[in-house]
T-cell receptor
Framework: GAGVSQSPSNKVTEKGKDVELRCDPI?????LYWYRQSLGQGLEFLIY????????KSGLPSDRFSAERTGGSVSTLTIQRTQQEDSAVYLC?????????????????FGDGTRLSIL | DAKTTQPNSMESNEEEPVHLPCNHS???????IHWYRQLPSQGPEYVIH???SNVNNRMASLAIAEDRKSSTLILHRATLRDAAVYYC??????????????FGKGTKLSVIP
C-alpha cells in the first residue's frame, strides 16, 4: 500500500518568506508526527496529532511554526518568516493508535521528508 | 528517560549474519524496545519492536535478554541495502515519551561486498 507522502521533496526559499510543507499519512493512521533533522543530527520532535487535535506541541521551536491537520488525514506544517536556522529536513510520520493512549507499541512510518533550504 | 547504548560502527560481509547489540540497563517494565534504521538521504524506517519475547519479521529478528537490560537486532543475511545507521530506542507504552522517537547516535553498519 501507499506509504507516507510528503511534498515538496525539496524547497529553497529566501529568508523571511513563509513556507508550507505537506504530509499525507498512511490511510487509517490516526496519529501523525512532525520531526526535523538537521545535517548530521538526530531527530527533533516538533508536534504530535491524534486525529485533528495536537495533544503535544511542545517541540515547536517558536511561534513562527504552526501545524494543522484536517479530516484526520493531511497535515501541513507552516513556517512563517523563515530564518536560516530553519534549514533542515522536515520529516512526517504516521502510526496507528490502539486507543486509551496506548501508542508506544505502534511503529511510526516515515516519509522521505522535505529538504528545506533557506538562503 | 531510559537510555540506550550502541556501538558507533560495525562492519559485515555481504550475505553474512549481523548482530547489532544494544544495552538498556535502566529499562522500565512498560518500555517497548524499538529498532529503526536510516539509509542516506531517506527518512527513518521501522525495523522491529518487542517487549519481552524474541520477535521475528520479514526484515530481522530481535533477541531480548531475559532481564531486558540488553537486546540484539539480527539481520540474517546482510545485503548492500542494509548499510544504514541503526537506532535502538525505548518507548513507554503510553504517556509522555510514548509517541516521541528520540534517536541517539546509533550504529553505522557498513556492508562489504
Amino acid at each position: 500500500g501507499a506509504g507516507v507522502s510528503q511534498s515538496p521533496s525539496n524547497k529553497v526559499t529566501e529568508k523571511g518568506k513563509d513556507v508550507e510543507l505537506r504530509c499525507d499519512p498512511i490511510s487509517g493512521h490516526t496519529a501523525l508526527y512532525w520531526y526535523r533533522q538537521s545535517l548530521g543530527q538526530g531527530l527533533e520532535f516538533l508536534i504530535y496529532f491524534q486525529g485533528n487535535s495536537a495533544p503535544d506541541k511542545s517541540g515547536l521551536p517558536s511561534d513562527r511554526f504552526s501545524a494543522e491537520r484536517t479530516g484526520g488525514s493531511v497535515s501541513t506544517l507552516t513556517i512563517q518568516r523563515t530564518q536560516q536556522e530553519d534549514s533542515a529536513v522536515y520529516l512526517c510520520a504516521s502510526s496507528l493508535n490502539v486507543g486509551q493512549g496506548v501508542i508506544g507499541n505502534q511503529p511510526q512510518h516515515f516519509g522521505d521528508g522535505t529538504r528545506l533550504s533557506i538562503l | 528517560d531510559a537510555k540506550t547504548t550502541q556501538p558507533n560502527s560495525m562492519e559485515s560481509n555481504e550475505e553474512e549474519p549481523v548482530h547489532l547489540p544494544c544495552n538498556h540497563s535502566t529499562i522500565s517494565g512498560t518500555d517497548y524496545i524499538h529498532w529503526y534504521r536510516q539509509l542516506p538521504s531517506q527518512g527513518p524506517e521501522y525495523v522491529i519492536h518487542g517487549l519481552t519475547s524474541n520477535v521475528n519479521n520479514r526484515m530481522a529478528s530481535l533477541a531480548i535478554a531475559e532481564d531486558r537490560k540488553s537486546s540484539t537486532l539480527i539481520l540474517h543475511r546482510a545485503t548492500l541495502r542494509d548499510a544504514a545507521v541503526y537506532y535502538c530506542i525505548l518507548r513507554p507504552y503510553s504517556g509522555a515519551g510514548s509517541y516521541q522517537l528520540t534517536f541517539g547516535k546509533g550504529t553505522k553498519l557498513s556492508v562489504i561486498p
